[in-house]
């Protein structure tokens, strides 16, 4: 007996690892991406946009791609990282051959309630930037909690060190009202944060020999990015080692729903620092005790967190996946 793969809709902004978290999902024959809802965060929100529905085409697949928050809901934007991900969001790919494919025009909260109440029970959030699509949509559609399957999320950490501040994650960080909204919305939620993704360290050499296999202008492309990317991450870090890596974060978001096993998950409370030196914390209740402080009441839904990994098993996973046979032709632009 088959399982039917399980629908999800990417939330993301890509983004060197989002292009690879793509990949994996389109790769695993247990996901069906059934669209794709932008956001800003490593790159202007058009720009994401852009490139969410380049990497689709380049694959040959044709994924209703949205253009969603182009800030954050309260704080004033940040400017997007491209030393890290280039100021294209992918490296700065030298060129681009025209691909087919336009914009869905809906926004992309809109995209996520729509579906939501299409396919109640059955979509799957995995959302790798910051979160303002889906506090947006949660304003629209205030029953979404009881129509979405379930909700992951890269982002946060708990114990260890946040990358942007001591204590904060970058996609929280970014948008830290709307990600205080996701965590309290009380739907089934999964964090995957620092905590895990910074024990997963992905050689360039795993991309070198993924492009090799493929031969395809796909792989090429994602190799291209994650040079750039590793380069920033060798330079910075001293757990890459003595060649050219990176942290694979927003992959993980999906390895967790397709090898849950390799997994270590503790629940409780998330709250999210909103403002001042801890701006973006999130703060986890890891303690059965009831507190007297606002904001940590009974009531106050759970999230699931993800607090340690099998490091090279789910390197393994990855690798194993991004090697199937999954590539299409990509859909190219009709020159007339
Ligand atoms: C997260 O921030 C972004 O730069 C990455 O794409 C990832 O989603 C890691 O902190
Ligand atoms: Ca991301």
């Keep these: 007996m088959s399982i039917s793969p399980r629908k999800v809709i990417f939330d993301t902004d890509p983004g060197v690892d989002d292009a690879m978290a793509l990949y994996y999902a389109l790769a695993h024959p247990g996901i069906d991406v059934v669209g794709i809802t932008t956001t800003f965060g490593n790159v202007f929100v058009a720009q994401a946009a852009t490139n969410a529905l380049y990497l689709s ?12 928050a182009s800030q954050p809901l309260v704080k004033k934007a940040e400017t997007p990282p491209d030393y890290i991900h280039g100021a294209d969001g992918l490296g700065n790919l030298p060129q681009r051959v025209a691909t087919a494919g336009e914009l869905d025009p809906r926004s992309s909260a809109q995209f996520i309630v729509d579906m939501a109440r299409q396919y109640p029970g059955e979509i ?22 009881t129509l979405v ?11 260890e060190s946040g990358n942007v501040s001591p204590v904060a994650e970058a996609n929280i960080w970014n948008d830290p009202h709307a990600a205080d909204a996701v965590f309290t919305a009380g739907w089934p939620l999964t ?6 993704t910074h024990q997963v360290i992905l050689p360039l050499t795993l991309f070198q020999q993924i492009a090799d296999h493929h031969q395809h202008i796909a792989t090429d492309t994602l190799c291209h990015a994650v040079a750039f990317y590793s380069a920033f991450y060798s330079q910075r870090e001293t757990t890459m080692g ?34 001042g030196l801890a701006q973006g ?39 194993h996946t991004l090697l199937r046979d999954w590539i299409r032709k990509p859909l190219l632009a009709l020159i007339s």
């Excluded at 995995?126 to 889906?134: D, F, M, Q, R």
């Excluded at 399957?149 to 114990?159: A, K, W, Y």
Aim: glycine share 8%; charged share 15%.
């Design 242 to 275: 003595e060649s050219l890596a990176c942290y694979g974060h927003d992959v993980l978001a999906f390895v967790v729903l397709t090898n849950p096993e390799l997994f270590t998950l503790q629940t409780g409370r998330v709250r999210v620092a909103v403002d």
């Design 149 to 159: 399957r379930e909700v992951v999320l890269m982002g946060g950490t708990v114990l």
């Design 281 to 319: 914390q999130t703060m986890m209740q890891r303690k059965a005790v009831s507190y007297p402080q606002h904001g940590w009441h009974y009531d106050i839904p759970h999230t699931q967190v993800c607090m340690r990994v099998q490091a090279n098993a789910c390197k393994a996973v990855i690798e």
């Design 124 to 145: 799957t959030l995995v959302a790798v930037g910051p979160l303002g699509n889906l506090a947006t949509a949660l304003q629209l559609a205030p029953e979404l909690p």
């Design 191 to 196: 964090m995957v944060g620092l905590d895990v």
């Design 57 to 68: 085409a380049l694959t040959g697949r044709s994924i209703p791609v949205t253009q969603g």
